[in-house]
């Protein structure tokens, strides 16, 4: 209950008090409009509660913030109605108050990190902080932020009860098989595909460069343990982006996609402690291990990258413009200068193709390709090479590039021998999807659920009210 403030706390005893021992029952109240609520005449409601899931409260104003943010994401509301945002919300704190069971834990950190990538969203999208508190009809910044915690919160809560359910859930290739039979009046059509090979050069960096990284870093390590903050040096001097607003903070595990250099420093340095300065593809990083809770870590990191020279960037295009000229030339191909000459271990064992994410495949639809590489690629002809490009990544640094089209896939309907990637993701979402279906008419049965009045004639897709 420390969702809510302890006024509310006292007045929402009062009212549980007075409901019986059943586990699903209506809350008795006058009924109103459930996709555009009216006030009431008489007696009101406490703080707009609508809903009560095990030990969360569902309250008008959650409803409100979800409709509002859905806007501010531009996600279309059109047909959106009160029902639905309620019944979305009482699974959300179903999937919540079940990990809270399961002892799933949720770090204070972990949500301040999220709702400052969540604030400073919002703020690009509305215009300033102001206009953002305003938008969502908060009283001001502290209160948004507040209940913005506890909402970030319980969607954290909710994303791991949810990969625990879907940890268990596995696919056959004959479920496959048997969930392709069974849309073969109704395939699906994928979309034209391509699969795209790189060759990366990175410019080699002075060994007098990377000393002073290393320096640098040492020096802060020197500047924490004599008292300064490590969280204010993260925050000060780190170049990894997605970690600088929350002080470097980063919570791991040995299953976490972290470099193995970053993992292996991670769980050797000791609660309490900060590393040396260590090397990855990404720069020099020290570590500082925060908490150490069995095979979980709690770790901030600064990272920070040797800077190229003018001279160093030359020899790397030099270097590329050459490689380019052999394969032009036909003296050898593509995917044999990828294995013998590319900087990036990623993709230099596979010829240079690069691999999507999505679906671990080669393949990507053309609608789905990252759109500075579409740019580059979407005019070559078969085995047509692009001039050398610079691109400057943020995390791995400056490199040069060159991209090819290997093969090339027309729209088709799905084909099983084709396509089977696919079309078994396909079936272990239906799978995911029935096991979670089970398991949240499993819970609702043995969890003490409650609904206003007003919101009783609502069409949920679950047993919420019986």
């Known amino acids: 209950m420390k969702f809510i403030n302890s006024r509310l706390l006292l007045l929402l005893a009062i009212i549980l008090s007075a409901f019986t ?47 509002r943010e859905m806007q501010a994401q531009n996600m279309s509301t ?57 938008y969502f009809k908060k009283k001001n910044i502290e209160a948004f932020r507040t209940e913005l915690f506890d909402m970030l919160k319980s969607q954290r809560l909710t994303e791991q009860m949810q990969r625990k359910i879907f940890d268990d859930v596995t696919i056959t290739p004959e479920e496959v098989r048997q969930f392709y ?11 034209a595909e391509m699969e795209i090979a790189q060759i990366v050069i990175k410019p080699q960096v002075t060994q007098e460069a990377k000393q002073a990284v290393i320096d640098r870093l040492r020096q802060i390590k020197a500047d924490v343990q004599n008292g300064s903050s490590f969280y204010s040096k993260a925050v000060l001097y780190t170049e990894d982006r997605a970690s600088a607003s929350s002080g470097g903070f980063i919570k791991m595990n040995r299953k976490s996609p972290l470099v193995k250099e970053f993992k292996e420093v991670a769980f050797s340095t000791e609660e309490g402690q900060i590393s040396e300065p260590f090397e990855t593809q990404y720069g020099y990083h020290i570590i500082y291990v925060e908490k150490i809770r069995g095979q979980d870590l709690d770790v901030r990191h600064i990272l920070i990258s040797p800077k190229v020279s003018d001279a160093d960037l030359k020899k790397a295009k030099d270097r590329i413009d050459l490689i380019r000229q052999r394969i032009v030339s036909g003296e050898i191909s593509f995917a044999d200068a990828a294995r013998s000459e590319s900087d990036e271990k990623e993709t230099r064992n596979s010829g240079g193709l690069l691999m999507n994410p999505r679906t671990l495949e080669t393949r ?39 991209y090819t089209v ?60 019986k």
């Open 21 to 67: 021992a059943t586990a699903q029952e209506i809350i008795r109240e006058t009924p109103r409009d459930t996709v555009k609520p009216k006030p009431t005449a008489g007696r009101a409601k406490v703080d707009g509660i609508v809903a009560v899931v095990g030990d969360y409260v569902v309250l008008d104003s959650d409803i409100d913030m979800m409709y």
């Open 78 to 134: 059109k047909d959106v109605t009160r029902c639905e945002l309620l019944s979305r919300l009482m699974e959300e704190k179903l999937f919540a108050h079940q990990a809270i069971q399961d002892s799933i834990v949720v770090t204070d950190a972990e949500v301040n990190s999220m709702m400052e990538e969540r604030i400073n969203y919002f703020v690009e999208a509305i215009g300033s902080q102001d206009k953002m508190v305003k």
């Open 181 to 191: 039979n069974s849309i073969k009046g109704d395939l699906p059509v994928f979309g």
């Open 364 to 402: 990507f639809e053309l609608t789905k390709i990252d759109p500075k590489i579409y740019t580059e690629v979407q005019g070559l002809k078969d085995r047509e090479v692009t001039r050398p490009i610079l691109d400057d990544d943020p995390g791995a640094g400056q490199s040069y590039k060159i």
């Open 406 to 465: 290997m093969n090339r896939y027309d729209e088709h309907p799905a084909d099983y021998a084709l396509d089977y990637t696919k079309i078994k993701d396909l079936a272990l979402r239906e799978k995911q999807k029935k096991a979670i279906a089970k398991w949240t008419d499993e819970k609702i049965k043995e969890t003490y659920v409650k609904i206003a009045a007003d919101y009783k004639n609502c069409q949920f897709g679950n047993h919420w009210v």
